[in-house]
């Protein structure tokens, strides 16, 4: 088992687009609510052991209880935890593939055993019968959905037909808000056995406090909580749950820009000879140029100074993921893509 996840050098380049970041920094009205929530607190004080204040931020948040809210440093954190709870002892783990790159190293490391539902190329299209029936052989489902890197959603239906399996159920909900789902809180009460991650990295703007939570039933999370650490995270995950549960409407508008230029993105490379981009519901979508392999690609755009994300997986099909950045940041990158009409 590998000993630690390791990220491929990030690529030096004046315009990052390769990440999955929020194309703006933390808004002002958020960061002052913030602020002001770190300067009341008392940092020479541990946190509550079980995190209760900051939960609580989060289940107001995301319109769901604090007895099956959890929070930890990142989703990631809470998305390990669900797995060692529920994939230990060679659980089979049903994901996408390609998927998040952290997941396998995840479900390693919890010692289940990764079974694979492969997306293929160019629509990377979820096949319903092929999906289910993988579903059924397995113990635990952990799907990213819409799912990183290749932009796909699940249709409600097919969740529902997959939850009827009654399966523990992981929903990686990193990009939720670029999605179609809506409130989270009937698909919790429907399926107790579900568990929905949530970050406040993509929207809001603060990757760089690692907040995220997974939501789930009362009884589930008690399960989960037992693999966390106490005391884990810090005051400043609590403030970034408080400040975006005191301006909901502030996430939705953020999202609804970043879905707007993704759309507007989308529509131009479609209209440009050679260039192709899949369909994406998140901040991010899949590019390629006719004839050029992935790195060929990557390094195209970084000479042009923009850096993209390399999919190791489907370099040899030519794509690499574009993160959606502001509307200005938007036009370089379609600026660049124009200047390569024809290749000889």
């Given amino acids: 088992m590998s000993t630690e996840y390791v990220r491929p050098p990030l690529a030096a380049a004046a315009l990052r687009l390769d990440l999955n970041e929020a194309p703006w920094e933390a808004d002002g009205a958020f960061r002052k609510l913030f602020l002001s929530f770190l300067e009341q607190v008392e940092l020479r004080r541990y ?31 809470v998305l390990a935890a669900a797995l060692s709870t529920f994939a230990a002892s060679g659980a089979r783990v049903l ?13 390693r490391r919890a010692q289940g055993v990764e079974k694979r539902l492969v997306l293929k190329a160019p629509a990377f299209a979820f096949p319903e019968d092929e999906l289910c029936a993988l579903a059924e052989e397995a113990d635990v489902l952990l799907f990213c959905s819409p799912n990183n890197p290749t932009g796909g959603e699940l249709s409600p239906e097919l969740w529902r037909k997959l939850l009827r399996l009654g399966k523990p159920t992981i929903w990686d909900g990193a990009y939720w808000e670029f999605g179609t789902y809506g409130d989270v809180g009937p698909w919790l009460l429907e399926f107790p056995h579900l568990m929905i991650t949530r970050t406040l990295s993509k929207v809001w703007g603060v990757a760089g406090v690692r907040a995220g939570c997974v939501l789930t039933s009362a009884s589930f999370a008690k399960r989960i909580r037992t693999r966390l650490f106490p005391f884990a995270p810090g005051v400043a995950v609590w403030a970034a749950f408080e400040a975006a549960a005191a301006m909901p409407e502030l996430g939705r508008r953020r999202a609804a820009h970043v879905v707007a230029e993704r759309e507007r993105q989308l529509q131009a490379v ?8 899949v369909p994406s519901r998140g901040n991010f979508y899949l590019l390629r140029r006719e004839g050029w392999g992935g790195p060929r690609l990557a390094q195209f755009l970084a000479a042009a100074g923009i850096a993209v994300r390399e999919v190791e997986e489907l370099s040899a099909l030519g794509y690499v993921r574009v993160t959606v950045g502001t509307r200005e940041e938007g036009d370089v990158l379609l600026a660049v893509l124009k200047e390569v009409v024809r290749e000889p």
């Fill in 270 to 277: 479609a209209r440009l000879p050679h260039w192709e981009a």
């Fill in 47 to 77: 946190p509550a052991m079980d995190a209760r204040p900051a939960r609580e931020a989060a289940a107001r948040l995301y319109g769901w209880s604090a007895e099956g809210t959890l929070v930890g440093n990142g989703s990631n954190e």
């Fill in 95 to 107: 994901t996408f593939w390609p998927s998040f790159s952290v997941y396998p190293w995840l479900i």
